[in-house]
C-alpha cells in the first residue's frame, strides 16, 4: 500500500470518529452509542449510529456504514487517499505522497488544469467577434455587467467540432484529456469532438475554488437548451451546488435556493450573494446536508410553474431533515426571481424575501389551491389532505397551531380537525409499526446483507462466518487459534475476502482497524463489515467462541463439497431444518 500503515494509523487515533461525524450529523448519545439523522438517505426517525469504543458508524435504514475514512469518503465524495489526505490536514499533519497515489493525485491536478484553460478559453471568446452572439445575450437581453460576468468567469464555447480540441493541444492536453474532463465526446466511430459548441458557457467551481465542471446554454432554438458536464472523477452534480463558493461567505443568514444559473447571478448581481443552484439535478441529501455546513436558513426560490411548485415540494423534507430551517418564497407578478428583479426592483425582492412562508404555510396553500371551500364535497377533501399533512409533522405544537389554522378555513371548530389530525397520526404510527413488525418476522431478511449482490445462500455458516470476523476483529489476539480455517471454507464469499485480508494484515504486522481496511474493501463492503462488526459479541469466552464458529464452519463446508448417502440424506434434513429455523 502506498501509505505507511503507521500513518494511517496516526490519522485514525487523531480523528476520533464522533468528533469527526458530529462535524455533519447532530449526535445524541443513547447507551453507549451516538444517534442521529442519517446524512446519506432521507429519514425523520434516527437510525444512523456513531459506536466511539468500536470507532465504526452505521446507518440501519441504508446500510451504510464503516470507520473515519469510510465517512469521509462518503459525504465528501472522495477517494481513499483524498479522504486520508482530509483527514491528515484536520490533524495537523502532512500526507507522505507515493507511488500511485502520487499519480492519481497528478491527474486530477491535470484535469483541473485543464478546466482552468478551458475557462479561460471560453471567456476570451466572449470577448471577441466570435463571442458577438453570446455578449448580446449575457449584456443586452439578460442586463449583466461586466463585473458579475467576470466574477462568475462567464464565457462562450467556440462554433465548429473541434475548436476546443485544437486550443487545448496548444496548451498540451490530450483528447483522452478531455474525455475525462467531460469536455470532449467521442462516438460509435470514435471521432472525439468538442462537448460544448456555441454556448453560453457558467464554470462549475467548488468551494476550493477549482473549476470541476461546467454548464453551457445555447444561442439558438438547438437542444438540449442547457447541456452540463457529465460526472467526472473531478465533478459529482449531485454533490456540488452552483455558486457555493460565493454564497458561503454572505453575511446575510440565508441561503436562496434556485432552479437556475441565471436567476443565481441575476440575485448576486442585485445583492443577494447567498444564492445557490443545483447543477441540473433535483435537489439532493448531500446537496442538503452540504448548505447545513453554512446556514440555518434555506429560502427556496423555485420557478413559480407546476414543476417549481412540485420542485420545492420534493425539496423541502430534504432540507428540513438536516436541522435547517424552511422557508418558500412565492413568486409574484413573474416567473422566476430573475424576471421579478428585472421588473420590480432589489428592493421589492427583498421585500418578498422577508415575507417567505415557512415550509408548512406553503404546504398548506398549495392543498388549500386545490379545492373550493364553498362546496362541501371538496370542504371535505381539503380537510383530509390536510389532516393528512400536518400529521407527518413531528411537533404536536405545530400541528395543533396550523390544524387550527386550517379548522378556520374550512369553518370548522379546532377540536374537530385536532380530532383529524390525531387519527392519521394514529394511523400512520400503525401502519409503520406492521412494517416493522412484517420486519421483524422474516428474520432470513433481517440477517442478509444490505447489498444484494452479497446474498447468503447458506445462513448457518455465514452467521458462523460472521462471529469469526467479529472475534478477530474485536481480539486480535484470537488469530493464533484459527487452525486450519481457509477462506475456502467461508460459504459467502464476501466473508472470504474480508477472512483472506484480515489474516494476510495479521501476518504482515499491519493494521486491523476497520478504518484502514477502507482503501481494501469496496464501500459495500466496508459498510457490511461495520454491520458485523456493530452486533452484540461476548467476549468472556471467546476461545470456545470462536472453536464453535469455525466447527459450524467446517461442518457446513463439508455438507457442500464432500456428502454422499446417509450423509447427504442428514445434509438435507439440516438444510430443511435451517431453513424453516430462519424463515426460509
Not at 383530509?384 to 378556520?408: C, D, F, W
Request: charge should be positive.
Amino acid at each position: 500500500m502506498a501509505i505507511p500503515e503507521q500513518f494511517i494509523d496516526e490519522i485514525v487515533a487523531r480523528n476520533e470518529i464522533s468528533d469527526v461525524v458530529s462535524s455533519y450529523v447532530h449526535l445524541t448519545r443513547k447507551g453507549n452509542n451516538l444517534w442521529g439523522l442519517c446524512p446519506f438517505h432521507n429519514e425523520k426517525t434516527p437510525s444512523f449510529s456513531v459506536a466511539p469504543e468500536k470507532q465504526i458508524y452505521y446507518c440501519f435504514g441504508c446500510g451504510k456504514g464503516g470507520g473515519v475514512i469510510n465517512f469521509i469518503m462518503e459525504i465528501e465524495n472522495l477517494t481513499f487517499v483524498e479522504a486520508v489526505r482530509l483527514l491528515a490536514q484536520r490533524a495537523g499533519l502532512e500526507l507522505p505522497e507515493q507511488g500511485e497515489n502520487e499519480g492519481y493525485r497528478r491527474r486530477k491536478e491535470r484535469l483541473l488544469a485543464l478546466n482552468k484553460e478551458a475557462a479561460r478559453l471560453f471567456h476570451q471568446t466572449l470577448k471577441s467577434p466570435q463571442g458577438a452572439a453570446g455578449a448580446e445575450y449575457l449584456f443586452r437581453r439578460r442586463g449583466l455587467s461586466p463585473g458579475i460576468v467576470t466574477r462568475f468567469g462567464l464565457g462562450v464555447a467556440p462554433a465548429g467540432w473541434s475548436a476546443l480540441l485544437e486550443a487545448m493541444a496548444e496548451k498540451g492536453f490530450t483528447k483522452r484529456d478531455l474525455l475525462d474532463a467531460g469536455l470532449a465526446v467521442d462516438n460509435q466511430k470514435g471521432r472525439v469532438y468538442d462537448r460544448f459548441r456555441s454556448r453560453v458557457m457558467f464554470p462549475i467551481i467548488d468551494l476550493r475554488g477549482e473549476i470541476i465542471g461546467f454548464g453551457g446554454r445555447v444561442l439558438d432554438d438547438g437542444t438540449p437548451k442547457y447541456l452540463n458536464s457529465p460526472d467526472t472523477v473531478i465533478y459529482n452534480k449531485s454533490r456540488n451546488l452552483f455558486a457555493l463558493n460565493l454564497a458561503k461567505k454572505s453575511k446575510l443568514g440565508r441561503i436562496i435556493l434556485t432552479e437556475g444559473y441565471m436567476d443565481t447571478i441575476s440575485l448576486h448581481q442585485a445583492g443577494f450573494d447567498c444564492a445557490v443552484a443545483s447543477l441540473g439535478t433535483a435537489l439532493t441529501q448531500e446537496h442538503a446536508q452540504l448548505l447545513a455546513r453554512y446556514t440555518k436558513e434555506a429560502v427556496i426560490a423555485y420557478d413559480g410553474d407546476g414543476a417549481g411548485v412540485k420542485a420545492a415540494q420534493r425539496a423541502i423534507p430534504i432540507l428540513e431533515k438536516t436541522g435547517i430551517s424552511v422557508k418558500v418564497l412565492q413568486m409574484r407578478g413573474a416567473k422566476d426571481p430573475d424576471e421579478f428583479i428585472k421588473k420590480f426592483g432589489r428592493e421589492a425582492f427583498g421585500k418578498l424575501l422577508d415575507e417567505s412562508e415557512n415550509h408548512i404555510e406553503y404546504r398548506l396553500g398549495q392543498i388549500q389551491k386545490k379545492y373550493d371551500l364553498a362546496d362541501d364535497v371538496q370542504r371535505v377533501e381539503f380537510l383530509r389532505e390536510s389532516a393528512a399533512m400536518l400529521s407527518t409533522l413531528p411537533s404536536p405544537v405545530e400541528r395543533e397551531i396550523y390544524g387550527g389554522r386550517v379548522a378556520a378555513l374550512a369553518g370548522i371548530t379546532p377540536e374537530t380537525m385536532a380530532q383529524e389530525v390525531k387519527r392519521e397520526f394514529t394511523r400512520r404510527m400503525k401502519q409503520a409499526k406492521k412494517q416493522q413488525e412484517r420486519k421483524d418476522l422474516t428474520p432470513a431478511a433481517q440477517l442478509q446483507p444490505k447489498a444484494y449482490g452479497m446474498r447468503y445462500t447458506n445462513m448457518r455458516s455465514a452467521r458462523a462466518e460472521e462471529g469469526v470476523l467479529r472475534l478477530l476483529l474485536l481480539e486480535p489476539a484470537l488469530f493464533s487459534s484459527l487452525g486450519g480455517l481457509t477462506a475456502e471454507q467461508f460459504s459467502a464469499p464476501v466473508l472470504g475476502k474480508i477472512y483472506d485480508l484480515l489474516c494476510r494484515r495479521a501476518r504482515e504486522g499491519r493494521s486491523l482497524q476497520l478504518a484502514a481496511l477502507a482503501g481494501e474493501l469496496s464501500p459495500e463492503e466496508s459498510s457490511h463489515l461495520a454491520a458485523i462488526l456493530g452486533q452484540p459479541e461476548s467476549l468472556a469466552n471467546s476461545q470456545q467462541a470462536l472453536a464453535d464458529y469455525i466447527a459450524t464452519i467446517q461442518t457446513e463446508a463439508v455438507k457442500r463439497t464432500g456428502e454422499s448417502g446417509e450423509d447427504s440424506i442428514r445434509a438435507a434434513w439440516e438444510r430443511y431444518r435451517e431453513k424453516k429455523a430462519y424463515g426460509g
